[in-house]
């Protein structure tokens, strides 16, 4: 059984050769992927020039129920970017080196999933032409967005957070493109040499290239949870049952992790069989990944649980009998599968064996997911079910054109990430050098206690 | 006097951590550690144990850039909900503290960010016309120590390389 | 030019509903409901629908909740001090209505959270919505407690009014076309008329000059229209409707009335939210 992180006796040359190779000469299982994304997407496209027609009618959003799927899978699938942050910012600050054969694609995952996060609020909007006037430019009118507005918080967080996880990820890929660049011809060759941006690695170059990828981590993280806990306040900052919660920061932010996570060990293991990457993306990463997702898994849970019963020994009847509801009520067995999924089959990641058995892994990361895109939706429908005003009371169960908007979501997402694969490195081939080199020369004392040292520690003996 | 850039090619980083080590001891009078730079395949923080501490500017960019977000951000915020004064909301104030302090930590970040861009960008030099000495194999598994020297340092550079197992050298005219 | 602007007005847009709001109020526009007068007739509602353009959206779309009533007339079933009784649908045996157009909040939940700052609280003390604005976001709809906020899911004008029955369109305002929100203003065309004829006579508008079309046409004259502004501001002209409030002991800016008489009947739905609405309604006695 493999405990390695990873074999620290692999050659350089055969990093550069297997993860250039994954760049290049798409088979056959890569078309049929692009052409299945590309089916989904034009499930959505469909039925959202259907949608952009007729107006928002066909969705059967109605009136209690203005917000539907659409913004359950907002909120999902920003959750979801939350994963890029967290493997790749916090694990760098904590020198954790384990994330490095397999943060590239976590934070790929964090921009593409802003990308897909950033389209529903637009989708979802009543007259989507004049979805710029959100933006706060000069008008001769002197008319502006409504700063007050949660939804304008919203555009400032995502803009801000597509910018700086999409600079992040290229910023990161620098070196990388270098490499790309000095082993391609032709077109790709032109296109690596203009995004390398005349990279050679010299020493002034690692250096700053150091102090601003830290400094790029450090922005990242209060950026990531400030993104989910402005994203929680479209719900948190309303006056309904149910939605205003003060616990939701928090607890946007440990589901959007737990959906982050899941989404890396989905991703993690389709790529290490596809690109056939066993040697980097190793089942030893595999299961320190598990266990982080378990560890969020019951953040998750305890949050959860505290909202149960804070609104359970309150004082709020109408937030009571809405929790009573999402028990009982026509949601129900959403509720519970969202609970079930949610907090206990986590638990199959604290079986090492479990763990360390691929196909099962796969299952449960997509059920986890399924689980919380259940919780977003849980967290919007029932509200607008059962609120307030009693004569309002209604379920509303989305029709085709939400859901195909929703299932193309995926495809799209898939598509971008499908053509990220295959023009950027999907392993990061520099930091797993780097990640080798340093184990090895941790493994031999004398070289470490001098490798490790900064120049301002005090020298030893002048003497090499 | 002709300038001579030279490039050595090491297989391994302790060759050249000790290459740059003798130079730093003066081995060859005259040659100064400030005429090295290391190209290297991967990031090597202890490297500044033999180039001495250089200095990188990237923070103070941050720095500035997170000030001017910050307050800029706010400014911008205030004075256009002052300009937009038919709309109080929500029996709110017409300038609301809290919702624009949360938009001016967006910007903080988002300036903070822009600005630590530029900052690398210029303090790497990078998007500038590369220097044509380069070695493929430095982006693959070696280390280079690159010099810019005046004519009669290349013998003396080129045999102390050579003390430490150098696997290539190359030069040229600087034009 | 700006920053000047801000420097000297700092304290005036610092100022919140509790310290007086903004505005220098010319008018706080308000409402009163009795229900023990309310006969669940409808009138006001279609009323409403003729006077402000509302789309008749049909069978199908009311039933799936999209329909556009701005005024709606609640029925509850369940009278709690009937016990057994309350199996009947007649109001003596247990039916009760609601009318519940939009309350006008004084600090309405609605407005701060447009993103494009297309609802707004005017001078008039009235919770504006500004259809040529709207991107319909709907936010605003989920965040009004008594869901009085109805959105045009569709381009309803294309078969709401077959002609010639667009004949019958009230020209003093728009017909809304599909993707934009819109609520009860109070027959916002009324008062600028009103407004606008009293200008003309260099007079004061006077109270009972106009009324709302609910109001007009309530057979039972439950609904009285009025002026709320003597309840705001000290030394303003009372009004029958701010006689009626003060009579009720009913005030506005509270999240719970103190009473000295608690026979008194008015109340305001879920003023414990704090958005302290312009309507009051009066409750309904019944004998058990």
């Not at chain 1, 959003?61 to 699938?77: D, E």
């Not at chain 1, 990820?169 to 660049?181: H, K, Y």
């Not at chain 3, 799936?64 to 701005?70: A, D, P, T």
């Amino acid at each position: 059984m493999q405990h390695k992180d990873i074999n620290e006796d692999i050659r350089w040359a055969q990093i550069n050769k297997d993860v250039l190779r994954s760049m290049e000469n798409p088979r056959k299982a890569y078309w049929i992927s692009v052409g299945i994304c590309l089916a989904l997407l034009s499930l959505a496209v469909i039925a959202e020039i259907y949608q952009y027609n007729v107006g928002l009618g066909p969705t059967n959003l109605n009136w209690p129920h203005m917000w539907g799927l659409y913004i359950a899978t907002f909120i999902f699938w920003i959750g979801m970017s939350h994963s890029g942050t967290l493997l790749s910012a916090i694990l760098h600050i904590i020198h954790a080196d384990w994330r490095k054969p397999i943060y590239r694609f976590a934070e790929a995952m964090t921009t593409f999933t802003l990308m897909t996060a950033g389209l529903f609020p637009i989708i979802h909007l009543g007259r989507v032409w004049n979805m710029y006037w959100v933006l706060p430019y000069y008008s001769d009118r002197g008319i502006w967005p409504n700063f007050r507005s949660p939804l304008v918080w919203d555009a400032f967080a995502i803009s801000t957070y597509l910018t700086s996880s999409a600079l992040f990820l290229f910023i990161g890929m620098i070196p990388d493109l270098a490499i790309c660049r000095d082993n391609t011809r032709g077109w790709k060759k032109k296109l690596y040499t203009v995004l390398s941006l005349g990279w050679r690695g010299d020493d002034r170059q690692w250096r700053n290239f150091r102090k601003t990828y830290l400094i790029m981590a450090c922005f990242l993280i209060p950026l990531a949870v400030s993104v989910h806990s402005i994203v929680s306040s479209d719900f948190a900052m309303s006056i309904m049952p149910g939605w205003h919660v003060t616990t939701f920061p928090p607890y946007f932010v440990a589901g959007a992790l737990y959906s982050g996570c899941a989404g890396i060990i989905t991703l993690f293991i389709l790529l290490r069989y596809f690109f056939r990457f066993e040697q980097y993306m190793t089942l030893p990463i595999l299961e320190k990944t598990c266990k982080l997702t378990f560890a969020i898994a019951m953040v998750w849970t305890y949050l959860n649980l505290i909202e149960y019963s804070s609104v359970w020994y309150g004082h709020d009847t109408v937030a009571k009998e809405l929790l009573i509801d999402k028990f009982t009520g026509p949601y129900s067995p959403y509720f519970w599968a969202m609970n079930i999924l949610g907090s206990v089959l986590p638990f199959t990641l604290a079986f090492e064996k479990l763990r360390r058995h691929i196909p099962t892994m796969f299952a449960v990361s997509i059920l986890l997911n399924v689980g919380m895109w259940l919780e977003r939706w849980m967290i919007v429908s029932p509200t607008l079910a059962m609120s307030y005003e009693p004569f309002t009371h209604t379920v509303m169960w989305a029709s085709w054109v939400q859901w195909f908007i929703v299932i193309g979501s995926f495809g799209w997402f898939g598509l971008l990430f499908l053509v990220f694969v295959k023009i950027f490195p999907s392993v990061s081939m520099y930091e797993v050098k780097e990640m080798i080199f340093h184990r090895r020369h941790l493994a031999n004392k004398d070289i470490a206690a001098v490798m490790h040292r900064r120049s301002s520690d005090p020298q030893p003996s002048e003497g090499h | 006097m002709k300038k001579y850039h030279l490039l050595g090619l090491f297989s391994n980083f302790d060759e050249a951590f000790a290459a740059i080590s003798d130079i730093r001891h003066h081995k060859i009078p005259g040659v100064q550690l400030e005429d090295v730079t290391v190209i290297s395949p991967i990031e090597h923080p202890e490297i500044d144990e033999v180039l001495g501490a250089r200095p990188s500017h990237v923070p103070k960019f941050t720095l500035v850039g997170s000030l001017f977000g910050m307050s800029a951000g706010f400014l911008f915020l205030a004075t256009a909900q002052a300009n937009f004064a038919v709309q109080p909301q929500g029996g709110k104030p017409v300038i609301p503290l809290p919702s624009n302090i949360v938009l001016s930590y967006e910007m903080l970040i988002l300036f903070g960010v822009l600005f630590t861009l530029t900052g690398f960008l210029l303090g790497a030099r990078l998007l500038r016309k590369r220097k044509p000495l380069y070695s493929e194999k430095v982006s693959l598994d070696q280390v280079g120590i690159e010099m810019e020297l005046e004519e009669k340092y290349i013998e003396p550079v080129k045999a102390l390389f050579r003390q430490h197992q150098v696997i290539e050298i190359r030069e040229e005219v600087v034009k | 030019m700006s920053l000047q602007n801000i420097l000297q007005d700092w304290s005036k847009y610092r100022k919140g509903n509790e310290e007086g709001g903004f505005h220098d109020y010319e008018h706080l526009w308000g409402l009163a409901i009795d229900l023990n007068k309310c006969i669940g007739c409808n009138a006001c509602s279609v009323a409403c629908y003729a006077e402000n353009n509302l789309a008749v959206v049909g069978k199908d779309k009311f039933a799936k909740h999209q329909e556009m009533h701005w005024l709606r007339v609640e029925r509850y079933w369940d009278e709690p001090d009937l016990g057994e009784q309350a199996v009947s649908d007649y109001q003596s045996h247990g039916a009760s209505f609601l009318p519940m157009m939009c309350q006008q909040c004084m600090a309405a939940t609605c407005e701060p959270v447009c993103p494009v700052a297309a609802t707004y609280h005017t001078p008039d003390g009235l919770n504006a919505q500004v259809y040529n604005r709207c991107i319909g976001s709907r936010y605003c709809s989920n965040n009004c407690p008594y869901r009085l906020r109805y959105f045009n899911f569709y381009s309803y004008y294309e078969d709401s009014w077959p002609a010639p029955l667009n004949m019958q369109l009230n020209p003093d305002l728009t017909v809304r076309d599909k993707g934009v929100m819109e609520k009860c203003t109070f027959c916002v065309q009324r008062i600028r008329a009103a407004k606008d004829v009293a200008k003309h006579e260099h007079r004061e508008l006077q109270d009972g000059e106009f009324t709302t079309a609910c109001a007009q046409t309530c057979p039972t004259q439950a609904i009285v229209f009025g002026d709320l502004l003597s309840l705001h501001t000290a030394g303003k002209a009372e009004s029958t409707l701010s006689t009626l409030w003060r009579d009720q002991q009913v005030e506005l800016g509270r999240t719970e009335q103190h009473k000295q008489n608690p026979d008194k009947r008015g109340y305001r739905v879920l003023e414990g939210l704090n958005t302290d609405p312009k309507v009051m309604y009066l409750e309904r006695v019944r004998e058990v």
